[in-house]
């Protein structure tokens, strides 16, 4: 079984020093083929850099090697839930990134607009990807569906996406995806596993018939596909694994949402350094953890931009010094994963980390690297074991054993 | 629970770029006192060398920090088997040794001939070492042995060694040894643990009574002891953990039978270098996976040969450009574990490791060797990880969670 990252609880601490874990999304790359050198290290990156002589370096692995992790996975690591176990269903994870309000107990569900012909088999199914305001305007309209003894939320997404989500006693995720992956054929029904899941399946099933006749004057959005059925389930709060009291500073829904899954007070908008610092600032005597999220490093990376991705590590870079004026016990910088742009999406490759604190133990870097970081005084480790690190550098992490 | 290295089936995907696991049995070593460099470091391996400058390098430890694997753990973490869960009996390791087509089912057995006296007591566990030609002309002998409701096979294996198979439904193994790893007692008798094992315990007492009626004209080999009975038992194959269409190219028994063992279909023999690039190129469109297996690194370094080694890898080194040749997506060697001339024996030392990819992040090693591989950017990890390594590589490998 070895060490899963659960701490006992008699070894965290009511009190302590205070910690910022600061998140460039996607942070890790790959060398440019004519320099030799990755995004972070093409970048000029003085405050990082400056941080990594006084601090210490590593890198980390954020699920397992060779395995690539969405958002979702790679924060919960960071946040120091094992991400296997704490698995977040895809449904959910839809609706926290349009900002959906998700409470615990609900159900939520990725939908897809689809064509389907006379015989009710799937011509289409991404509905031609209908343009955003026709995504949104059926999306009001299928808003108003009254299902028996659930509330019922449908949103817009983008395109052919949208979200659905099921609010009331005794509802069941994990159940199956309807589209059937092809075309020439139905929608697949919904269907229970098991008696707990029977309402649930019903209550979904019901909801596309009634999206069915609602959407008959459609040429193309004339069908509903279900995907990623899941409930939100309770998760151990932040505030209870680590007795910290936690904010998060972050632009985009989806981080916003995975640190309001965690119990993390989600602190107003605040994207650019500017904001970012300012937030930091006036939040700071209320909280004693604030996990920072810089969003334009993976964004960059996923559009397969080498120049912009080094152009937003060097404002990420421009973040270090808003943060360090608060005077944190420890600072730890890193990334979720690697979002390499010759790759131009996630990637399993290490990401480099820093960290700043009383009791470091130093090394020779000087700048902040893939390669540096490799001989590093923090060495490799699972994302999962970064918070244990980070609460013992605070002073919050008691002796294991006698 | 932690990542045990069972990959979720949903991550792996039927398409993607071609993988070649080229091993070098036993390649880790250690220093030569006199130059301080290893077997690996003193060889000239200008192709290894080559590929090293192009590829990413690291270490893995073939199951834990301190554990010596023997060859069937050791190519079970490297086919991404957790070899600790899959742990292959003993017997079933002896048969495939010897090349016997072992099925599911089968119960294989170690057998030694052993000397006893007129009271039945063992004088000599190992039948004073007979000839091959003896072990042989016995073997055939027992080999007509018949038992109710079994089919019965019995091989020579070496000396005084031997091996010992039945085949047919209901069959139970890890029964215990009837070896006392004593002289001056008798052999002890199969003995049932549970009701299912009775039946097997029943035909393996028979049989060595059978035995030592059919071997009282015998000076030394007049009995036999069992050791390491092991059923060969369902393991899930290759190709369904990974969706890949596997070939094994190989030379030795024990190999091509833990390849066998996991679903690769086992093409024939080759244990040249000439001979395996010729059958990786006739076989080449026919899988997206090949496993190529390399003897002599492992075997002079058995000998405690430190020179016989150098020369046996200098040897392998000529493997790679025929390797190369075929251009895979993916790359990757390395040894099943490690077999240091200094100690004539497997070690528990971390093992080279060396890929050749496009999505590499690349580091500054040029040569390939030991101390090198320390600072190689894929850093240190279990043999189990490597598979998902390669999976990803090539692009086989879906992002886990959204």
Redesign the interface.
């Known amino acids: 079984?070895?060490?899963?990252?659960q701490l006992p609880d008699a070894l965290t601490s009511e009190t302590g020093g205070k910690i910022i874990l600061l998140v460039a999304d996607g942070l890790g790359g790959?060398?440019h083929p004519e320099t030799?050198l990755?995004e972070l290290e093409t970048a000029k990156t003085p405050n990082l850099d400056a941080l990594v002589t006084e601090g210490s370096t590593g890198?980390h692995v954020p699920?397992?090697?060779?395995?690539?992790?969405?958002?979702?996975?790679a924060h919960m690591g960071l946040f120091g839930y094992?991400?296997?176990?704490y698995?977040?269903g895809?449904g959910v994870?839809?609706a926290l990134g349009i900002g959906f309000d998700l409470r615990e107990g609900d159900v939520a569900v990725r939908i897809n607009f689809a064509t389907v012909d006379a015989d009710g088999n799937i011509t289409d199914r991404r509905a031609g990807r209908i343009p955003n305001e026709v995504c949104e305007e059926l999306s009001a309209r299928l808003d108003t569906i009254e299902l028996p003894g659930v509330e019922l939320f449908f949103r817009p997404v983008k395109e052919h996406r949208a979200a659905l989500v099921l609010r009331g006693d005794g509802l069941a995720g994990d159940l199956n995806d309807t589209d059937p992956q092809a075309t020439g054929v139905p929608p697949l029904p919904v269907t229970a596993q098991c008696p707990e899941e029977e309402r649930t399946a019903e209550l979904l099933n019901t909801f596309v018939a009634k999206a069915r006749e609602m959407l008959t004057d459609q040429p193309k959005a004339n069908a509903i596909t279900l995907r990623?059925i899941a409930e939100r389930t309770r998760i151990p709060t932040f505030g209870e694994r680590f007795k910290l009291r936690a904010a998060a500073i972050a632009g985009y829904p989806m981080y916003r949402g995975v640190a309001g899954l965690v119990g993390m007070d989600v602190l107003p908008i605040a994207s650019t350094p500017e904001a970012m610092a300012t937030m930091l600032k006036e939040n700071w005597n209320d909280y004693n953890f604030f996990f920072m999220h810089y969003k334009y490093t993976d964004s960059t990376g996923e559009d397969g931009n080498f120049d912009a991705k080094v152009k937003a590590t060097e404002e990420f870079d421009t973040v270090v010094p808003g943060v360090r004026a608060v005077n944190p016990d420890v600072l730890l910088v890193t990334g979720d994963h690697s979002t390499?742009s010759?790759?131009a999406?996630?990637?399993?490759?290490?990401v480099p980390v820093a960290i700043l604190s009383a009791a470091i133990r130093r090394d020779a870097n000087t700048t902040f690297g893939?390669?540096a970081c490799?001989?590093g005084s923090l060495g490799?480790m699972r994302a999962v074991d970064l918070m244990p690190l980070m609460l013992s550098h605070a002073g919050r992490l008691a002796k294991f054993g006698a």
């Open positions: 079984m070895g060490w899963t990252g790959l060398p030799g990755t890198l699920i397992a090697p060779g395995l690539t992790p969405g958002s979702g996975p094992d991400p296997v176990e698995l977040i895809r994870l839809e990623g390499p010759a790759l999406s996630h990637s399993w490759h290490p893939e390669t490799l001989t490799r």
